[in-house]
């Protein structure tokens, strides 16, 4: 090995190796993409173990309370109206169905319920019945989760009072690329949900899509701006594109597998307390590559054969590849903001 390769890779962990509360600079998630992979895997594994037990993965269930029909166009989503993509619209689910789904998500041993409905922002009639859903989720013993689209004044405070554990509301991209992928709304309005979101008291999931054609400094960028958030999210979903015929986005150039597991890294050494979670494009991805998410810190996946309208693992394969890794679910409570919610 030529020493100035090692003095290179010392300055960049020098530059990468700072505090968790510190601002990350684009350039220094950038430094952190460009480490040998090794290296990388061993600098997320390294805090991974100091936060978490390392073969522990919470998991979560996912339901689309409401499908189809949605006014935005997102240039990734099956679900916007003007995409012409087989899915079938659904109005919102009664009170009954969802619990009944819960109850069978519940048996099957996901701990975390989310709920999702394609509207821009949910309509006071509806966010009332929304509430009904998350006590009665809430009833079972399970966390609630919900994602619901921009919020206006207030109605954060009545799904927190209704007992909402988590809002998931994505950023999706990073700022400067956000306007090539949603024109009917600014990243700003996804900011100000978020705020709303955080002074309600509610737990704020909060993560974003790659494999959309962007680079990757725009990969590093998002994260950055996820982990710069102040407090950083409680859990960073981390998307990899699902391309469905008939959105904008289909064809989009896929994103080497290498480069996915390498956001995974960057997202848990830049975000050390939250939950990573290995989300959208798990069907598609080869279970290699999922055991590398894992080793990247990964602790959190949809657990359940649908994500909203698009497939995922079955519960009986994921349970497969658990035993293979020697995994298993972390249990109700684990969390690091669970436990603070103790204290
Ligand atoms: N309508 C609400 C909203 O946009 O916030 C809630 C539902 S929306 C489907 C939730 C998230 O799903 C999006 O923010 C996006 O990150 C993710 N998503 C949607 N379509 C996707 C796809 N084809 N591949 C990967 N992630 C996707
Ligand atoms: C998130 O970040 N990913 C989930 C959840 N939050 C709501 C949604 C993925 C949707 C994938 C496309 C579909 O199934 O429609
Ligand atoms: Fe609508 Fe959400 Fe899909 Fe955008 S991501 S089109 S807001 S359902």
């Known amino acids: ?11 960049v962990r020098a530059d990468t190796s700072r505090a968790a509360t510190a601002a990350w600079s684009v350039d220094a998630v950038e430094a952190l993409y460009a480490l040998p992979f090794n290296d990388l895997m061993h600098r997320a594994q390294t805090v991974h173990r100091e936060h978490f037990d390392a073969n522990a993965v919470q998991l979560s269930a996912l339901l689309s309370i409401k499908t189809g029909g949605c006014p935005e166009d997102c240039g990734y989503c099956p679900q916007a109206a003007r995409h012409h993509t ?3 619209n659904e109005s919102l689910l009664s009170v009954d169905d969802v619990l009944a789904a819960a109850r069978a998500a519940r048996a099957k041993g996901a701990t975390r319920f989310c709920m999702g409905a394609a509207w821009r922002g949910p309509k006071q009639r509806d966010l009332e019945r929304v509430a009904d859903m998350v006590k009665a989720v809430r009833g079972l013993g399970m966390e609630t989760c919900a994602t619901l689209g921009m919020l206006k004044p207030g109605q954060a405070g009545q799904l927190k009072a ?3 554990d988590y809002y998931n509301h994505n950023i999706d991209t990073a700022g400067e690329f956000y306007g090539e992928i949603v024109t009917t709304r600014t990243q700003d309005q996804r900011l100000d949900t978020l705020e709303q979101v955080r002074d309600a008291g509610l737990h704020v999931c ?6 959309m054609g962007e680079t990757r ?15 950083c999210p409680e859990s960073v979903p981390i998307n990899n594109l699902v391309q469905v015929e008939g ?3 289909h064809g989009a150039e896929v994103l080497d597998p290498f480069e996915f597991v390498r ?7 830049t975000m050390p307390t939250a939950l990573v979670r290995l989300s959208a494009g798990r069907q598609e991805m080869p279970e290699g590559i999922q055991a590398l998410c894992f080793l990247a810190g990964a602790n959190s996946i949809f657990y359940g054969e649908k994500l909203l309208t698009t ?18 679910a972390m249990e109700l409570g684990a969390t690091p903001e669970a436990a603070h919610a103790r204290r």
Do not use: H, W, Y
């Open 162 to 164: 209704a007992g909402l």
């Open 206 to 211: 909060c993560g974003g899509i790659v494999g």
């Open 86 to 88: 087989g899915v079938e």
């Open 217 to 231: 400094r725009t990969r590093a960028a998002l994260i950055a701006q996820l982990a710069n958030m102040d407090p």
């Open 247 to 249: 959105t904008p986005l």
């Open 311 to 328: 497939g995922n693992p079955e519960a009986e394969k994921d349970a497969a590849l658990f035993e293979r890794l020697g995994l298993r």
């Open 263 to 269: 956001t995974i890294a960057c997202a848990r050494i």
């Open 1 to 11: 090995m030529d020493s100035t390769s090692v003095n290179e890779r010392a300055a």
